[in-house]
């Protein structure tokens, strides 16, 4: 055997060896910092992180982003909004992560929002549906996914206002999503409808409903019609006992977020008849874009598609297309490519508005139907975010974000 030839063979082994142990980052990859409830909120959360997962996939099969791959950084803000600032940090400065991302809650939403606008670090919130994310409280590195308070109340509103009823309840979990999506639909609702009346207002704390007195107060007010903002075990808890004490019988209901399958699906025969809702109904969208996202999930995860599935995939899809337009993951790089920035998603195109960071991501609205003891959506169509008349006025984004 030939002695050189024997040590260079040793050498180049140990050579390879140490290239497997040199850190994921160093090798060039992309981290990104998300952040959610995951403990809190586990029915929207669970299939998010799975959509997540499926674009993480999908794009490091491509090839990556400018030459590199994604990789995920999760942790659990406890639904707290010091928690979520405490992880952010962390992210940031032990991980080192390229850019932040996630939240569900609009208060921990918010929190991270502040977060990125005194680290003066990028920023793309998921879920958070307060308009605070992205108009009063905007700041130039927050990005929002997800179409917020406004724009699903711009939504349901024209279709309570068919209904042409004056007395109305409302019913909210008593944190900042509730209380925003509340006061969007009463703006909106009184300037399409000047005669109505709100002679009830039922402010549950998040996740504690105490379901008897809220229905029977909501009953005892006698309205015409009810605007429901509850979801999650909250809303299972609430739509029990409204059953049970015919709350709900000749009564409209008009309800943001019900006809995601994740709060849904829990009601089984309790599910609603012919209320108004924003939801998903994954089981009969059969655009092009749709149809490749959900055989590729059920291929994956052997079960079908929630909202936060959808949420989580175009969360992430929407990363890698603002690093690969701005070629960086540098954050002013990064705030310049996002602003008009499009992306593909199940939905179909969206595009991050240059004037508020928002994207045109639109909704579902249909009714609820209870078909063979499961709660399904019927006669829905899909709103698109980008049409104007479900964005308020951009002078009065402006001044909103005037301090950004």
């Known amino acids: 055997m030939n002695p050189l030839r024997h040590v260079f063979s040793a050498a180049a082994v140990a050579s390879l060896a140490a290239t497997a142990l040199v850190p994921a980052h160093a090798q060039g990859v992309i981290k990104i910092g998300e952040i959610n409830s995951y403990k809190a909120q586990p029915a929207f959360l669970e299939p998010y992180k799975k959509g997540m997962e499926l674009a993480v996939d999908e794009i490091n099969a491509a090839g990556g982003v400018n030459g590199k791959k994604i990789e995920l950084i999760s942790r659990d803000d406890n639904a707290n909004p010091g928690d979520a600032v405490r992880v952010a940090e962390e992210l940031v400065s032990r991980e080192k992560v390229d850019l932040l991302a996630g939240t569900f809650l609009s208060n921990t939403g918010l929190a991270v929002t502040d977060f990125a606008k005194q680290k003066k670090f990028f920023f793309l919130a998921g879920e958070p549906l307060t308009d605070k994310i992205t108009w009063q409280g905007g700041n130039q590195y927050t990005f929002r996914l997800r179409p917020g308070t406004y724009m699903q109340a711009a939504m349901l509103v024209p279709e309570a206002a068919k209904l042409k009823k004056k007395r109305w309840a409302v019913v909210y979990p008593n944190y900042e999503y509730g209380q925003s999506a509340v006061a969007a639909f009463k703006n909106l609702l009184k300037a399409a409808q000047p005669d109505v009346e709100f002679v009830a207002e039922q402010a549950t704390p998040l996740g504690k409903v105490d379901a008897g007195s809220v229905v029977q107060a909501l009953a005892d007010a006698k309205p015409d ?84 599935s959808v949420v989580g995939y175009s969360m992430i899809k929407s990363a890698a297309a603002g690093i690969a337009k701005a070629k960086s993951t540098d954050t002013d790089k990064l705030v310049a490519a996002f602003k008009g920035l499009q992306v593909d998603t199940p939905f179909g195109k969206i595009t991050y508005r240059p004037e508020d960071h928002q994207s045109t991501m639109g909704a579902y609205v249909g009714r609820t139907k209870n078909e063979g003891g499961k709660g399904v959506m019927v006669n829905y169509v899909y709103l698109d975010g980008a049409d104007a008349k479900y964005q308020p006025p951009v002078e009065e984004l402006k001044k909103s974000r005037a301090n950004d």
């Open 225 to 308: 019609a009810i605007f429901n903002v509850l979801f999650g075990a909250d809303l299972s808890k609430f739509v029990r006992e409204g059953n049970t004490r015919g709350l709900f019988k000749d009564r409209e209901v008009v309800s943001v977020l019900t006809g995601e399958p994740e709060y849904m699906d829990p009601l089984k025969d309790e599910a609603p008849n012919g209320w108004i809702v924003t939801g998903y109904p994954w089981y009969g969208i059969t655009t092009p874009e749709h149809k490749k996202f959900e055989q590729a999930y059920q291929a994956k995860f052997k079960d079908y598609p929630r909202l936060g």
